[in-house]
C-alpha cells in the first residue's frame, strides 16, 4: 500500500514547449513570454516554475506537466537533510533541494528515502504543491 499516493487521478496539463526541452525530461519548467507555453525553469525560483515536465518535446511540440499532485522530479541532495517528507524548493538547473529556510519558497514534499550524498542529482518521488509561499522544516 506503501505507493497507493501516487494515484490520486489528478491529470497534468499540456502545454507548448517555447523551447528544445529535450533533456528535460523530469525538470522543473516555467511560463514561457508565449501565453500557453513553457520553459526550462533553470534560473531557480524567478520566475517560479509551474510544474514538473514528465515528457521531452522539441521546440513547438506539446510539453506534458504535472503542476499539482505526485510525480517523479530531479532531486540535488544539499546540505539539509532530504528524508521523507522534506519541503522541496526550486533550485539552479531546474531540480528541487530541501529548504531549511523559512522563508524560502515551497515547491513541493520529498516522497523517497533519507539521502545525503550533498551535490547529487537523483530522480525522485515529490508531491508537487506549487505554492510561492513558505513553511518551517
Not at 525530461?25 to 525553469?41: D, F, I, P, R
Not at 516554475?49 to 510539453?63: H, K, T, W, Y
Not at 522530479?73 to 528524508?83: E, G, P, Y
Not at 524560502?104 to 518521488?125: D, E, I, M, Q
Request: aromatic share 10%; proline share 8%; net charge neutral.
Amino acid at each position: 500500500m506503501a505507493s497507493s499516493y501516487f494515484s490520486f487521478g489528478i491529470a497534468p496539463a499540456p502545454f507548448k514547449a517555447d523551447e528544445d526541452l529535450e533533456n528535460f525530461q523530469w525538470h522543473l519548467v516555467k511560463a514561457a513570454s508565449t501565453s500557453g507555453n513553457v520553459a526550462s525553469a533553470t534560473g531557480a525560483c524567478n520566475p517560479f516554475p509551474i510544474g514538473v515536465l514528465i515528457n521531452s518535446p522539441s521546440a513547438g511540440q506539446e510539453a506534458t506537466v504535472v503542476m499539482l499532485g505526485p510525480t517523479k522530479c530531479k532531486v540535488r541532495a544539499n546540505a539539509c537533510d532530504l528524508s521523507f517528507g522534506r519541503f522541496l524548493t526550486p533550485g539552479s538547473n531546474a531540480v528541487l533541494e530541501p529548504t531549511a529556510v523559512s522563508t524560502s519558497p515551497v515547491f513541493a514534499r520529498y516522497l523517497g528515502p533519507k539521502a545525503s550524498t550533498a551535490g547529487a542529482s537523483f530522480l525522485a518521488n515529490v508531491f508537487v504543491l506549487p505554492f510561492a509561499g513558505s513553511a518551517g522544516s
